[in-house]
C-alpha cells in the first residue's frame, strides 16, 4: 500500500526558512516522480513543485515559489524534500506529497496523495 | 501558463441526478493530459479520472470524463450522497502543471 507521509509544518515568521519532508513506502520510491502541491485556507489546489525519478536532478517550480523553494530527494531514505526560504504570508497552506505513476513529472497525473502538513506564515 | 477554468463554481442537485462539470483551458492541452479530481472537506484530493477519460483504479463507472484540445468535461451519471464534494481539474501537459479552480457539488 502506498503511504505518503508529511512532516515539518507549523508557524514560521515572514522571511524565515522551513523544510517540509515527505516519508514514502508501500513502492519503489526512486523510481517515480514526485509533487508537492498546496492549499491556502479555504481555497483551491495549487501546483508548487516537481521532481523526476532517479537522482532528482530535473525539477520544475511553480513562478510564485521559484527562487525561493528547493524540491529534492534522498532515495536512500525513501523522501521527499521541499525547502523553503524567504516565506510569505501567502504561503500559509497546507502543502500535500504526492506522486505520480511514471517517473517522469510531465505528461503524467498524481496518483496519490499524503494527508498534508500545514504552514503558517505569520509575526 | 496554462490557465484552466471550472464551470460553475457552485452546482446544487439532489442525489440521483446528474452532474456535468466544466474545465476550459486557455491553451491546447497535449495528449489530453488532463486529470480530475475529488476532494471532500478535510481530506486529500482523490484521483478520479487521467488522460481525460480514463478512470483511475476502484472508482464507480458513473464518474466518466470526455473532451480533448481546450474542453472537458466530468460527468456524475446518478449522483450518491459520497459524490457530494468539490471536484478538481488538473493538466499535466506542460510545465507549470495547473489545476482549475473548483466547482462545488453541494446538495440542493
Known amino acids: 500500500e502506498v503511504q505518503l507521509l508529511e512532516s515539518g509544518g507549523g508557524l514560521v515568521q515572514p522571511g524565515g526558512s522551513l523544510r517540509l519532508s515527505c516519508a514514502a513506502s508501500?513502492?519503489?520510491?526512486?523510481?517515480?516522480?514526485m509533487t508537492w502541491v498546496r492549499q491556502a485556507p479555504g481555497k483551491g489546489l495549487e501546483w508548487v513543485s516537481a521532481?523526476?525519478?532517479?537522482?532528482?536532478?530535473?525539477?520544475y517550480y511553480a513562478d510564485s515559489v521559484k527562487g525561493r523553494f528547493t524540491i529534492s530527494r534522498d532515495n536512500s531514505r525513501n523522501t521527499l524534500f521541499l525547502q523553503m526560504n524567504s516565506l510569505r504570508a501567502d504561503d500559509t497552506a497546507v502543502y500535500y506529497c504526492?506522486?505520480?505513476?511514471?517517473?517522469?513529472?510531465?505528461?503524467?497525473?498524481?496518483?496519490?496523495w499524503g494527508q498534508g502538513t500545514l504552514v503558517t506564515v505569520s509575526s | 501558463e496554462i490557465v484552466l477554468t471550472q464551470s460553475p463554481g457552485t452546482l446544487s442537485l439532489s442525489p440521483g441526478e446528474r452532474a456535468t462539470l466544466s474545465c476550459r483551458a486557455s491553451?491546447?492541452?497535449?495528449?489530453?493530459?488532463l486529470a480530475w479530481y475529488q476532494q471532500k472537506p478535510g481530506q486529500a484530493p482523490r484521483l478520479l479520472i487521467y488522460?481525460?477519460?480514463s478512470r483511475a483504479t476502484g472508482i464507480p463507472d458513473r464518474f466518466s470524463g470526455s473532451g480533448s484540445g481546450t474542453d472537458f468535461t466530468l460527468t456524475i451519471s446518478r449522483l450518491e450522497p459520497e459524490d457530494f464534494a468539490v471536484y478538481y481539474c488538473?493538466?499535466?501537459?506542460?510545465?507549470?502543471?495547473?489545476f482549475g479552480g473548483g466547482t462545488k457539488v453541494e446538495i440542493k
Open positions: 508501500g513502492f519503489t520510491f526512486s523510481s517515480y516522480a
Open positions: 504526492a506522486k505520480a505513476p511514471s517517473y517522469y513529472a510531465i505528461s503524467n497525473q498524481i496518483d496519490y
Open positions: 488538473h493538466q499535466y501537459s506542460s510545465s507549470p502543471l495547473t
Open positions: 491553451q491546447t492541452v497535449t495528449s489530453s493530459y
Open positions: 521532481l523526476n525519478g532517479g537522482s532528482g536532478v530535473i525539477a
Open positions: 488522460a481525460a477519460s
